[in-house]
Each structure stands twice: as structure tokens, then as C-alpha cells.
């Protein structure tokens, strides 16, 4: 059998102190005289000892745990962001003293179940909301009922500005993104730059389809941009349908809403002719895909996305304070040989930070 595992009682013991003075050792080292402390602290490093969880929180009625859905597999190619995130979010959570309370859903009102099972539990303090949608039903119950969240992605809505959100939320700037590779397409002489895009709504894909926008607009005020945009599922098949009616219209260029659509725009290029094929395309996700394969992309901030999600759900649950809003610019990455040098395979930091933090 092996060693019994060490606790507050039989550490008091074997030192000759009170449980109460390892107890403030542990918890209020300021009011333990430092021999006693430094003795004392000696020893719990020694044992090994571990305070329990369990009682910790029934001391404090908090968890130390943050709720968060693990999110259906919808794309080889582009589920890894969100993959990416969780990872970094439990390192993160982890440095501060919180745990991931991971868990599935079959749909949003499957999940706004399991967080009223796991509040009224006492098995989160908190939740971190992913895949934000327009006018989404998880934000209005979570705070309805008054349960501190950060949302990564903007409180997307037909009516109300997500900057007068009433709660945290982190995104990063989907259409400062689009905007910049556009700009740099125009700079190499590009004038009729294709977009393919997801079908338009007022949510990640709007946003992205507005930074091409943009900088089309600002090239020429005349132009008819509904010409260069084709609609297509986030899907390489029907992206590569898509693709087709871009370049059939004379695009020299192709700016994607999401890796997965530039995957489809280049199998589009493979059917056509040597110089045809000379057509630059930007995904965006920057995914494993993209780099493997040579494809420029957008490369979105997803450490620091998670690294101030918890940052924000932690000073949530610390104290009340106003709403805080960031949005975190991403990087464009330029690997296509079609795209003009001198920064040809390297990351270019072309947007401007626009990371904004509403008091």
C-alpha cells in the first residue's frame, strides 16, 4: 500500500503547529511569523501535499473552473483555429489557478442547458462563449441569468453596434485582414480582384467581405463590385464552382473568406492554362493546409486571443467593472509566388493595431 497522502492535520502534527497556522501558510502567509512560515512551507513542499479542490470550494463556493463547449468538428481544414484556441485557453486558465470544464452539444439549446446543470451546480464560475452568431440566444441567457462570460467573437447583431455590448467580448478584425491583402493586390497592379465569400449575413463573413470592400471602393468609386464577389458554401467542391465563375469573369486576383475556399480557388486554377494558373490567391486562417501547401493567408492572433479571453473571464470574477471590447488585428502572410516581392514567404504586418479596450 502505498504512502497516505499527505494533509492539513498530519503536517500540523508532524511539525508541532496548529492546523490553523499550516492553513495560513497556505492561504495568509502574511500573518505567520517567517521562521514558522519558511519551516512550515519547507515541509508542504517536502510532503508533497496538494490542498484539496473539493474543499477549497466549499470554503469559497467557487470552482476555479471555466465552461466552455467543445465545438462539432465542421472542417478539417479550418477546425483547428478553434482547436488552437482551447489549447491555449487551458494553458492560460491554468497559469491563472482555473480548469477547463470541457464538455459537448448537440445545439445552442443544448448548451445553454448544460450551463444552467453546471451553474446551479457550483462546477463553473465562469464561460468562455466560441462561434458567436447573429443575435445569438447564448449571449441573452448568460446574461439574463447573470453568469460571468467573455465571448470569443463579436455579439453579432442586425441593430446594436458590438461595441455598446454589455459584456466581454474578444475578436479579432476579420475585415482589416481582407483589407490588407486586398491593398497589397492593388499595389501590384491588380485592379479586378475577385472575392470569394461566404453567403453574406452581418457576422464573420460580412465582416471579411467588408475589408475587400473597402479597399475596392477606395480604388475606384465607379466600380461594380457585385461582378467580383461569388457566394459558396465553406466547402473546397463548391468553392472550386465558385472559383470558376471568378476567373471565368476575368479576375486577376482571388481574395478568400477562409482557407478552405482558397483550397477550392486553387483546384479552379489547376484546370486552366499555364498562364492562366498565374493567378495569386489569399485564404485566411493561416492553417496548416495554407503553410504546407504554399497558399498566403491571414494569420489570426490566437494565443493572445486566448491569453485575454481568460484574462478578462479572471478580472470578471475578481470584481465588478465595466464592459471590456478587444479587437485583434491579424497578419497577413504572403507565400504565392504571383505576389509581387520584396517580403515574398514572409509574415507582413501591414494593418494597423487596432486593439481597443471600451472603459
Given at each position: 500500500?502505498?504512502?497516505?497522502?499527505?494533509?492539513?492535520?498530519?503536517?500540523?502534527?508532524?511539525?508541532?503547529?496548529?492546523?490553523?497556522?499550516?492553513?495560513?501558510?497556505?492561504?495568509?502567509?502574511?500573518?505567520?511569523?517567517?521562521?514558522?512560515?519558511?519551516?512550515?512551507?519547507?515541509?508542504?513542499?517536502?510532503a508533497g501535499y496538494v490542498p484539496s479542490r473539493a474543499g477549497r470550494q466549499l470554503r469559497t463556493q467557487r470552482s476555479h473552473a471555466i465552461g466552455i463547449r467543445l465545438m462539432p468538428t465542421f472542417d478539417g481544414i479550418n477546425g483547428h483555429i478553434l482547436d488552437t484556441f482551447v489549447h491555449e485557453l487551458a494553458e492560460h486558465a491554468h497559469r491563472s489557478d482555473y480548469r477547463l470544464a470541457l464538455f459537448a452539444a448537440a445545439n445552442e439549446a443544448d448548451e445553454i442547458a448544460t450551463y444552467a446543470r453546471m451553474r446551479a451546480a457550483n462546477e463553473i464560475d465562469g464561460v468562455v462563449l466560441t462561434s458567436t452568431t447573429i443575435d445569438d440566444e447564448r449571449i441573452a441567457w448568460l446574461l439574463e441569468n447573470d453568469v460571468p462570460f467573455v465571448s470569443f467573437g463579436r455579439p453579432w447583431r442586425r441593430d446594436v453596434d458590438a461595441s455598446t455590448a454589455p459584456h466581454d467580448w474578444v475578436d479579432v478584425d476579420g475585415a482589416a485582414g481582407t483589407e490588407a491583402v486586398t491593398r497589397r493586390l492593388l499595389a501590384d497592379g491588380h485592379s479586378r480582384i475577385g472575392y470569394l465569400s461566404w453567403p453574406a449575413q452581418p457576422d464573420v463573413g460580412g465582416d471579411r467581405l467588408a475589408g475587400w470592400q473597402r479597399a475596392m471602393r477606395d480604388a475606384s468609386d465607379e466600380r461594380d463590385l457585385s461582378t467580383l464577389i461569388a457566394e459558396c458554401s465553406n466547402d473546397v467542391t463548391d468553392a472550386r464552382r465558385a472559383a470558376r465563375q471568378l476567373l471565368d469573369r476575368g479576375v486577376t486576383a482571388v481574395v478568400c473568406a477562409s482557407d478552405t475556399l482558397a483550397l477550392g480557388a486553387r483546384a479552379a486554377l489547376g484546370a486552366r492554362s499555364a498562364d492562366a494558373r498565374r493567378v495569386p490567391i489569399v485564404g485566411f486562417d493561416d492553417t496548416p493546409v495554407a503553410r504546407a501547401l504554399g497558399i498566403s493567408s491571414v494569420a489570426q492572433p490566437i494565443v493572445r486571443a486566448a491569453r485575454t479571453s481568460v484574462s478578462l473571464l479572471v478580472s470578471r470574477l475578481a470584481e465588478e467593472r465595466p464592459p471590456e471590447h478587444v479587437l485583434l488585428s491579424p497578419s497577413p502572410v504572403f507565400r504565392d509566388s504571383e505576389i509581387a516581392t520584396p517580403s515574398l514567404f514572409e509574415s507582413v504586418g501591414t494593418i494597423q493595431e487596432k486593439e481597443i479596450t471600451n472603459p
Open positions: 500500500m502505498g504512502a497516505r497522502r499527505p494533509t492539513l492535520e498530519s503536517l500540523a502534527t508532524e511539525l508541532g503547529v496548529s492546523r490553523q497556522t499550516v492553513w495560513n501558510v497556505l492561504n495568509r502567509p502574511s500573518v505567520v511569523a517567517e521562521p514558522t512560515r519558511e519551516r512550515v512551507a519547507a515541509a508542504v513542499d517536502a
